[in-house]
């Protein structure tokens, strides 16, 4: 099982956010015209699209932050990652119009436009108010506290730069170890929120390790059933970049035990 409340160190949070901010700056400042239209794993999305969806993942906390709330009912980091697929009709319309009006020109005013949003973002990360542990947002799916806000946008930053590491064909992003860790132990936390239980043991080392699947529960000695990966083969497992087959065939997952095989509980973040 996971921890019953882990944490993330704000500061942490905070540093690791405006590194992976930093990390996105410079590989799409470094873009070329016919680059932006390169196809993408996410459907019809181009290069261009997926800069603009990341732009308005940037733009949500600096636009939002001073909003007024309306008693919208609390939600936590799991039941985030639970429910976000839910928006993602609404963001696709957020994306394709965000695409039209500033990310439809060359490679150099595309930058511009996302060196806009990132600045925006990075200068409320400078905010003394987001070292209020109380404070609150509400977004479509509910009332967060702006401290897991920011974990949610490490998600964005991580999992999207996987998506255009792959769309341009690098063959790595060069992301910041504490935003990888912190979305590699929320993915495993909200996989063990979704199929509680102790019969398998997923372990992601260094970042993670937890217990989930109903069944005998382990308690001494090794685990029956054992399921071990890296963190950026689990990020896209857990978000349906990947499926178990593909991980198995490329050696990047061993899974042993009759209880170990994840597919059905996969992906936890659509």
Not at 109 to 132: C, H, I, N, T, Y
Not at 167 to 175: I, Y
Request: hydrophobic letters at 45%; glycine letters at 8%.
């Amino acid at each position: 099982m996971p921890p019953k409340s882990r944490t993330y160190q704000p500061q942490k949070v905070r540093a690791a956010l405006a590194a992976q901010i930093g990390a996105l700056r410079a590989v799409v400042g470094g873009l070329d015209d016919g680059r932006l239209d390169l196809p993408t794993r996410l459907g019809d999305w181009r290069v261009r699209e997926l800069l603009a969806h990341l732009a308005v993942q940037l733009d949500f906390l600096p636009a939002h932050l001073d909003d007024p709330l309306e008693g919208r009912a609390a939600l936590d980091l799991t039941g985030w990652v639970a429910a976000v697929g839910a928006v993602a009709p609404a963001l696709d319309a957020q994306t394709r119009e965000r695409a039209a009006a500033g990310f439809g020109g060359d490679a150099a005013s595309v930058a511009e436009a996302f060196g806009r949003s990132a600045d925006a973002l990075e200068r409320m990360l400078e905010r003394p108010e987001l070292a209020d542990p109380e404070r609150r947002l509400e977004i479509r799916l509910g009332s967060m506290l702006l401290a897991d806000l920011l974990v949610t946008r490490l998600v964005e930053t991580v999992v999207h730069a996987d998506d255009l590491a792959e769309a341009l064909g690098l063959d790595a992003f060069p992301h910041d170890r504490q935003a990888l860790a912190a979305v590699t132990r929320l993915l495993a936390d909200a996989f063990a929120d979704q199929a509680p239980g102790g019969a398998v043991e997923l372990r992601i080392p260094p970042f993670a390790v937890v217990q989930a699947v109903e069944g005998p529960k382990h308690t001494r000695g090794t685990p029956p059933n054992v399921v071990e990966t890296d963190a950026l083969t689990w990020i896209r497992l857990a978000t349906g970049r990947l499926a178990w087959a593909e991980a198995e065939e490329s050696a990047s997952l061993s899974a042993s035990g009759e209880r170990s095989d994840l597919r059905a509980y996969l992906p936890v973040m659509r």
